[in-house]
Every structure is written in C-alpha cells, then in structure tokens.
C-alpha cells in the first residue's frame, strides 16, 4: 500500500503569525505544510478541500468575531466546523484555537488577563491521557512553558470539548473536539526571531498585564531550548493523527 504525502493547510489569519516551528515540526514527519494566507488576500474555503488531510488554523491580532474587519473569518469557521463533523485533524493556534470553538458553539470574550511571554500552563486528568498533550515536556516542577500573547479568551468550550490544559489566569489552555480536533490558546510555533518582531512592533506596557514587552522578550529568549523541549513532541504526536487518518483512508480505497 502506497500512502500518499499528507498535506496540512495552514490559514495564516495574519502575516506576523506563520507556521513557524510547527510547521517545520510537522514537515519534519514528512507532512506537506501547505499555507494559505488569507490576510493577504487568499480565498479561504468553506469546507475541508480534496487533497487536504489535515487543517492548522494560526493567530492574528483581530478577535474570532470580526468578520467585519476580516471577512474569510466566516469561511474559515465553516471549515473548521466541516473538518470537525467530518474527523478530519484540527489545530489551532491562539485565535486559530478560539475560532474552532466560536464554529462549534462555544463562546469567546476579551480576558481579565493578558497572557503575553513566557507562563506555565498544567495539564488535567484528560490531558494527561490525551495522546498529543500527554506528549508535552514539563520542564520546571509539573507545570509545561508556553509562549503567550492573547487578549482574548474562549470563555465557554463546545458541548463534548473536553479540558486538556489549564492555568489560573486562562481556564481553557488546551481542548479536544472528538478525537483530532485540538484547540490551543498558547503559542507553540514561535521561536525568539518571531517574538522579537512581535515586541518591535507592540506597546511596551500592554493593558491587564504584569509584565512589559521588553520583560516578556527577556523570559522567551531565555526558556527558548525549554519551550521547543516541551512542544516538539506534542505538535509531532498530532501529526502522527494525520498520518494515521490519511493511511486508514489509503487502506479503505480501492
């Protein structure tokens, strides 16, 4: 049986948000990264595409709501929901992560906090026997380091999402739709380069905050061998679900 090359369609929400490390993570399994860049101009579709086995929805600075400002907005939550009936593998990144949930029914709502830099997240129970977040690292005590940068947050999850990671300033961390779909609020695909055009280009003081721009470069340059030590992995163990999917469906054709 010859398996085809997955491909995995990123829609790139804006131009400051590229698939980064996941991307070459994922191509390092010999995934096909395929970006679609719908802030530039791109059609997003509204259903999963042929030839497409997987879908990595990215961040951006605009909310999971404005459509009115970011109009694919409304194709890229029919894509989502269509890649959630249809089980077909989902990730999604920060805003990526809050529109999966606003398609399916959940509720997304500006934060009390802003999570930007370097925080410690924890995994639950589910989490804990979840086959991609079971796979991050912890690398100081229990807790995984993520990179953070969100003013939002997904206030109420989908019916049937279950909670795979948590912290005190952010409930929903990571979630699970069925068995491929993962929503998460953090960063995994960012390296230092990435974050220092991210803090060029903000504020220094950023509103409901401890922290400064300037601080939060500090903290990612230097957790920066912890964060991919802790990531690496997870975002790998996902793309073994591609390859899973698209070698059942190799199997089952004629």
Not at 36 to 58: F, K, N, Y
Not at 121 to 147: E, K, N
Not at 219 to 246: F, N, P, Q, S, Y
Request: with cysteine.
């Amino acid at each position: 049986m010859v398996v085809r090359r997955p491909v995995v369609l990123f829609i790139e929400n804006d131009v400051t948000c590229p698939p980064a490390l996941v991307g070459e993570w994922l191509e390092e399994d010999g995934l096909e990264v395929r970006v679609l860049a719908a802030a530039a101009g791109d059609d997003v579709p509204s259903a999963v595409p042929d030839g497409v086995d997987a879908v990595c929805a990215l961040g951006g600075d605009i909310g999971a709501g404005d459509e009115d400002i970011a109009p694919w907005l409304v194709a890229e939550k029919s894509l989502l929901r269509d890649a959630v009936e249809r089980g077909v593998p989902v990730l999604g990144l920060c805003l990526g992560g809050q529109l999966l949930a606003a398609a399916n029914g959940g509720r997304v709502e500006v934060s009390d906090v802003t999570e930007i830099g370097v925080s410690e997240i924890s995994r639950t129970i589910d989490g804990l026997a979840d086959p991609v977040i079971s796979a991050t690292v912890p690398q100081r005590g229990d807790t995984v380091p993520v990179v953070q940068w969100h003013l939002d947050h997904i206030r109420e999850l989908p019916d049937g999402a279950v909670l795979l990671m948590t912290n005190e300033a952010c409930r929903v961390q990571a979630f699970r739709l069925g068995e491929t779909a993962y929503g998460l609020q953090m960063h995994p695909e960012v390296d230092v380069e990435l974050y220092e055009r991210w803090v060029e280009g903000a504020d220094e003081v950023v509103p409901r905050t401890a922290t400064t721009a300037s601080q939060s470069l500090v903290d990612v340059r230097e957790r920066a061998d912890e964060l991919v030590k802790a990531w690496r992995l997870a975002i790998r163990a996902w793309g073994g679900l591609v390859w899973t999917r698209a070698r059942t469906l190799s199997a089952l054709e004629p």
